[in-house]
């Protein structure tokens, strides 16, 4: 019980040990693993050959301006797939502005991009099937959002607080839409 009920550290070792770390009976008791900066964005593996894009720590994001996510990275003489944007990855980054995402990316995870006050423009992959609890909550600038068809299930407060969405476009493949997923969206005009 070394890492019980402690929300607060990251742990940082090396890129591909990651994996091995989290299936340990000791170290899976910890949550959060730091995120490896790999052309100034951060990931953390999630298998033998995908990652996700993660925060940089647990109390810092530093992501700022437009990010350009890639399908795919390099570490080593190794390629990993990019299949998601891991949970708070963009956390209260409030210099953001814009978020291009490749369509290798499956899955947005919770408060991927909670707080992010300053986000006017992202474009989703085509290929998402899930968008985690107040993934784009408190984002405040969001105009407006298009979710290609493949998006099985929307979790709870996914829009939660986006005062400024206005419209949104809702794919025919959606199968479950939690509670509250556009509450406090006040200017929303158009599903």
Do not use: R
């Amino acid at each position: 019980n070394v890492f019980y009920n402690n929300p607060e550290a990251c742990l940082k070792v090396p890129f591909e040990l990651v994996i091995t770390y989290k299936n340990n009976d000791s170290w899976s008791e910890l949550s959060k693993y730091c995120g490896h900066n790999i052309n100034n964005i951060y990931y953390l593996p999630t298998s033998d050959n995908e990652v996700a894009v993660s925060y940089k720590d647990s109390k810092y994001n530093s992501y700022t301006d437009e990010v350009v996510i890639p399908s795919e990275i390099l570490v080593g003489n190794k390629t990993y797939n990019v299949t998601s944007i891991g949970k708070n990855a963009f956390f209260d980054c409030n210099e953001l502005y814009s978020v291009k995402m490749p369509n290798s990316i499956i899955s947005i995870e919770s408060g991927a991009f909670n707080s992010c006050d300053n986000l006017v423009s992202i474009d989703l992959s085509k290929s998402i099937t899930f968008i985690g609890s107040s993934a784009f909550a408190n984002c405040q600038s969001l105009p407006s959002i298009i979710i290609s068809e493949g998006l099985i299930d929307l979790k709870s407060q996914a829009f939660y607080n986006c005062q400024a969405l206005t419209t949104i476009t809702l794919p025919n493949s959606l199968k479950i839409i939690e509670e509250s997923v556009f509450s406090g969206c006040t200017s929303l005009s158009s599903i």
